[in-house]
Nanobody
Framework: VQLQASGGGLVQAGGSLRLSCAAS????????MGWFRQASGKERVFVAT????????DYAASVKGRFTISRDNAKNTVYLQMNSLKPEDTAVYFC????????????????????WGQGTLVTVSS
């Protein structure tokens, strides 16, 4: 299984971007999915997660109310709609998948995920 993230770019503060992450394979609907980000010189941190059937989501406090995670299991794709972007949102954004069985519906820490995409850079100018 491979994850391919796309949609990053340069945007002004207050603008919007939508990231996409396409997964190969036939079992996408069995994966808990997440987005993380890593700013230059900083650790990778949790952004958002969504359950297998998209019934449960969770967000980092810093993005709650501005970002929305969604998924289309028919298209094997997870999205991150980012609105009201701020310069501090500048980072490389990674999508992640939990392919192994897990009891939780959503996952908020990096070690919970076993598949990672290559990252897409989001730059927000002030």
């Amino acid at each position: 299984v491979q994850l391919q993230a796309s949609g990053g770019g340069l945007v002004q503060a207050g603008g919007s971007l939508r990231l996409s992450c396409a997964a190969s394979g036939r079992t996408f609907d069995s994966y808990v999915m997440g987005w993380f980000r890593q700013a230059s010189g900083k650790e990778r941190v949790f952004v958002a997660t969504i359950s297998r059937a998209a019934t449960v989501t969770d967000y980092a406090a810093s993005v709650k109310g501005r970002f929305t995670i969604s998924r289309d299991n028919a298209k094997n794709t997870v999205y991150l709609q980012m609105n009201s972007l701020k310069p501090e949102d500048t980072a490389v954004y990674f999508c992640a998948a939990r392919s192994r069985a897990v009891t939780g519906m959503v996952l908020t820490t990096s070690p919970d995920y076993d598949l990672w995409g290559q990252g897409t850079l989001v730059t927000v100018s002030s």
